[in-house]
C-alpha cells in the first residue's frame, strides 16, 4: 500500500516539477508571487480539451497546441498588466495577480461551464509490477505523464545552459543590475520569461488533468502546493524546485495512508512553515555548492602559476586548497 501511494507521488511530484520550474523562473526576473500562475494552469486544461474534442487533435499535439496559447496569455498579461504595474512596485504586482486570477477563473466559467470535464473517456487497464515484495499499478496516461516530464525537464535544462536567452535570464536572476550594464536587454529577457512561464503552466494543467479530470478551480486548488515547492526548494531555484517538488507530491499522497485525502493542501501548508523555520533558504540554496563551483571555475580557465627555479626552469606550483589560502 505504502509503496503504491509512493508512486502516486512520484507522478504528481512530475506535474508538481513542471508548474513550479514556470513559477520559479517567472519569480527570479519578476521579484513576485505570481497568484494567477494556477488559473493559466486552468486554462492550459481546457485549452488541450478544447483541443482534442473540437479540433480532434492527438493528446500530444493538442498539449503542444495549449502550451502555445499558454505562451501567449503569459506574454498578453505581462503587456497589459504586469508592465504596467511594475512601476508601483512588486506589491501592486501581486495584488494585479490576484486580479489576472479572477479575470481567468471567470473566463473560464463563461466559456467552458462549471460542469467537470475529462481529457480522456473510459478506463485503463494499468500496468502491474512487482517491487520489493508488493504488487504494483500503474497507468499507462501516468507513464505517458512521466516521460513528458522527463522530456520537459531536459528541454529546460537545455535552453537555461545553452541557449542564448536561457544564459540572458540566469545573468539577469543572479545580477541584475550587473546584467543590464553587460548589454543584456531586460525587455526582452522578461518576455522569455512570461512566455516559458505561461507555456509551461498550460502543459502542467494539462498533465494534471490527465491524471484527474478539469474543474474551474483545478490550478487554484494546486497554488498552495506549487508554493510549497518554490519555498522549500530555495525561492529562485529551478533545480531546487524540482527536487522539492517531488518530495512535496510523494508526502501529500503518502499523507492519506493516515488522513483524509482533503486535507493535502494542509500537508503543503504545514511543509511551508517547517521550511521557513528549519531552513528558510531551500535545499539547493546554499552558499557551500556555490563556492565549489566557482572554485572549479577558476581551475578550468586559469592555469596554475610557474615558479621560477635555480635552473630557470618553471615548476607548477603545487596545488593549495581554497580553504588554505
Known sequence: M?????????????????????????????????????????????????????????????????????????????????????RHGTIMMLIGSVGMALILRNGIL?????????????????????????????????????????VLGMLVHLFLTRSTPGRALRAMADNRDLALVCGIDAGTVVRWTWGLGGALAA???SLLALDTQIWPTMGWDQLLAIFAVTVLGGIGRVY????????????????????SGAYKPAVAFVLIVLALLIRPEGIANTGELRGLSAWWARRRHHPRPLQPTPGGQGQPDPVVDPGER
Do not use: C, H
Open 203 to 205: 502543459v502542467a494543467g
Open 2 to 86: 505504502m509503496m503504491q501511494l509512493v508512486i502516486y507521488g512520484i507522478v504528481a511530484g512530475g506535474i508538481l516539477a513542471v508548474a513550479a520550474i514556470g513559477l520559479t523562473l517567472t519569480y527570479q526576473i519578476t521579484g513576485f508571487s505570481n497568484f494567477s500562475y494556477g488559473d493559466m494552469m486552468t486554462w492550459g486544461a481546457y485549452l488541450a480539451f478544447f483541443f482534442i474534442t473540437a479540433a480532434r487533435l492527438p493528446l500530444p499535439v493538442a498539449v503542444a497546441a495549449s502550451a502555445l496559447v499558454g505562451a501567449g496569455i503569459g506574454l498578453l498579461s505581462e503587456r497589459v498588466l504586469y508592465r504596467r504595474l511594475q
Open 240 to 259: 531546487g524546485a524540482i527536487a522539492a517538488a517531488f518530495l512535496v507530491g510523494i508526502a501529500q499522497e503518502v499523507s492519506t495512508a493516515y488522513i
Open 110 to 150: 463563461f466559456l467552458f461551464g462549471p460542469q467537470t470535464e475529462y481529457l480522456r473517456q473510459g478506463l485503463q487497464r494499468p500496468f502491474r509490477f512487482q517491487l520489493l515484495g508488493q504488487m504494483l499499478r500503474i497507468k499507462p496516461d501516468q507513464l505517458w505523464i512521466l516521460a513528458a516530464v522527463a
